[in-house]
């Protein structure tokens, strides 16, 4: 289902980049035995990550990563006892004092169990991937949290500060969390990443992927324009890879007004009855 369900997400967003995975790998000898190829060069973390949605597949390990925050936030190295409590954000000026980088750090939820490597690709090569993450323009996440809310409500995890935007937005907290999250993404991320000034992230664990698939093509119709629905329309063809007819009328704006005229006019009957 995944696999359908990464082009259903496509079409309805309009997304230029893969919607990337990442599995983590607890130890060496299952490393060891992924028919996959090492990370074609060393780099950060973000920009592993723009190299995934470039449509690679890749598995990597420590000497393979850059940034040693990076390598925290997945639990490919543990951090010392200090960067754990925030001190290194109050030193590097990123915190005005050590008790908000304390708060900081307690919610970056770097993964706290020691991995030996990890795997990122696009998802629908992935399909035990543990997070997905995807990365487009605000529209576009806007359209991809109502896909969420649809299904699962309100997030009650929401994280981010500007800062370790893949390794720690997109990565380690909804891995730990077990929720979605979205990242303003950080500085590496648009240097190293090549992530610019308008683009977002957003993350969920891959449990959630299904679900929050279907919650992002059943709002087409509600949210989308006509000339959304129309890109929509010509993508799919003849193809009913959508499972939904498009409306090209009808808006959540104009359901809203319906509905208010409805419970006016039952309010007036319950009045007079």
């Known amino acids: 289902m995944k696999n359908k369900n990464v082009g259903r997400v496509k079409i309805a967003l309009g997304l230029e980049k893969s919607i990337i995975g990442v599995k983590l790998v607890d130890f060496k000898e299952d490393y060891d035995l992924l028919d996959i190829e090492s990370a074609p060069s060393k780099n950060t973390i973000c920009g592993h990550s723009r190299a995934a949605m470039e449509g690679k597949v890749f598995k ?3 000497s393979d990563v850059v940034c040693d925050y990076g390598s925290y936030a997945l639990g490919l190295e543990k951090a010392d006892d200090t960067i754990l409590e925030g001190r290194s954000f109050q030193y590097c000026g990123l915190s005005e004092n050590n008790t908000v980088a304390n708060d900081i750090a307690n919610s970056m939820k770097y993964v706290p169990m020691e991995i030996y490597g990890f795997v990122m690709g696009p998802l629908e090569l992935l399909y035990d991937a543990d997070v997905v993450i995807i990365a487009d323009y605000a529209e576009t996440i806007m359209r991809a949290m109502q896909g969420y809310a649809y299904k ?21 907290k909804p891995y730990t969390n077990n929720d979605v999250n979205i990242s303003l993404m ?9 992530f610019d000034k308008g683009e977002l992230g957003i993350s969920l664990p891959i449990g959630m992927f299904d679900a929050f698939a279907e919650g992002v093509v059943a709002t087409i119709n509600p949210v989308s324009n006509g000339k959304v629905k129309q890109r929509i329309l010509n993508e799919v063809g003849d193809e009913d890879i959508l499972g939904i007819d498009i409306d090209m009328t009808y808006t959540y704006g104009k359901g809203l007004i319906e509905y208010d005229e409805r419970v006016k006019e039952l309010r007036k009957k319950s009045k007079w009855q």
């Open 60 to 62: 990597a390990i420590r």
């Open 186 to 194: 950080c500085k590496g991320a648009r240097n190293y990443g090549k």
């Open 152 to 172: 699962f409500g309100s997030a009650k995890n929401l994280s981010f500060y500007g800062n370790q935007a893949v390794c720690s937005d997109l990565i380690s």
